[in-house]
């Protein structure tokens, strides 16, 4: 049993609050999952990208359980892969390191005219430095717009160490965990996000996940943990590499994984939930003109403003809903 929450703001004026919400929300599961939480937060990072020369920015997601000297390994990470970071810290343990995908000076650079190979190649080059430089270090998430935490412990302890409520951003999911498949630790923990500003928080299991694992795996697909979690996130990140919309992503993972489960899904620019053809396991979606909000159970949703004007639903099984800003 495990616990999921997601929060898309239409409102702008919400968006100093997402991360006090989206706390909220999150603590609120407790009950479903104590022994680990995390949380995908999307901002807009660079308002004036084209005047400030940020819009091709990516945020990388770094955490260690070992002590590490940040500062050094960006500057050893940028001697490697040849592009400059920049350091931003999340807590003694996690940080976020900021690049440019290309080895352009950013004030010169157009972000309307990003090209996504070399945008991967930017990815692929940082992940492999972060391998060979510093194997201890794990990336839970990167992109232009995510920022990931995660960690072991209850969800407020979690939100409260990293300042999650003080936040400001324009979409949020978060998962309480309670181990059933693998083990309790950090890397255990969701969301699993394998591609930019993609993440993936699931309540559910899996039965078929080792056989789409090993068939990933000889694609050459790398997997970070033996969750089954993991397995639907890289086989939507996948389905996506190819050309698919994340709506293309899902129907892929009702298609070929069998289990109950409750997905709810994130990219930079959309918002998906989606049930098993059993409809098993819990799901609640609220909807104002401000929000969509979407919780295991309807009383995380019970303090969001203007819940009570909301129209509340329960998705129907294999029914797939998409919101887009």
Not at 109 to 137: G, I, K, M
Not at 196 to 214: E, K, M, P, Q
Not at 304 to 314: K, S
């Amino acid at each position: 049993m495990c616990g999921i929450v997601g929060l898309h703001l239409k409102n702008p004026g919400l968006q100093p609050r997402l991360g006090e919400l989206l706390s909220q929300m999150l603590e609120a599961m407790t009950t479903r999952g104590p022994d680990s939480a995390g949380i995908a937060f999307y901002a807009d990072r660079d308002p004036a990208p084209a005047a400030q020369g940020q819009g091709r920015e990516l945020r990388y997601s770094l955490r260690s359980d070992e002590a590490i000297d940040w500062d050094l390994l960006a500057k050893r990470i940028a001697a490697e892969t040849g592009r400059g970071l920049r350091v931003e810290p999340l807590g003694s343990d996690s940080v976020v390191f900021v690049s440019p995908p290309a080895d352009t000076d950013p004030a010169e650079t157009d972000p309307a005219e990003t090209d996504p190979a070399e945008t991967n190649r930017a990815e692929t080059s940082f992940l492999a430095a972060v391998r060979r430089v510093a194997p201890q270090v794990s990336v839970p998430g990167f992109g232009r717009s995510m920022v990931v935490v995660k960690d072991v412990g209850a969800p407020a302890a979690i939100c409260a160490r990293y300042g999650i409520p003080g936040w400001g951003g324009y979409q949020g999911i978060g998962h309480t965990r309670m181990a059933t498949e693998s083990a309790v630790t950090t890397a255990h923990s969701h969301p699993f996000a394998p591609a930019a500003d993609l993440a993936l928080v699931h309540n559910g299991s899996f039965s078929n996940y080792a056989t789409i694992r090993g068939r990933l795996a000889r694609r050459g697909i790398r997997f970070d943990t033996d969750n089954d979690s993991e397995v639907a996130a890289r086989l939507v990140a996948s389905r996506m590499a190819e050309g698919a919309d994340l709506e293309e992503g899902l129907r892929t993972v009702l298609k070929e994984m069998d289990g109950f489960f409750t997905l709810l899904v994130t990219t930079r620019t959309q918002f998906a939930v989606v049930r098993d053809s059993f409809a098993c396991k819990p799901a609640v979606i609220a909807e104002t003109p401000d929000y969509v909000a979407m919780a295991s159970e309807y009383h995380a949703l019970a303090g969001l403003p203007g819940i009570t004007g909301a129209r509340v639903f329960e998705p129907m099984p294999e029914e797939i809903h998409v919101w887009t800003r």
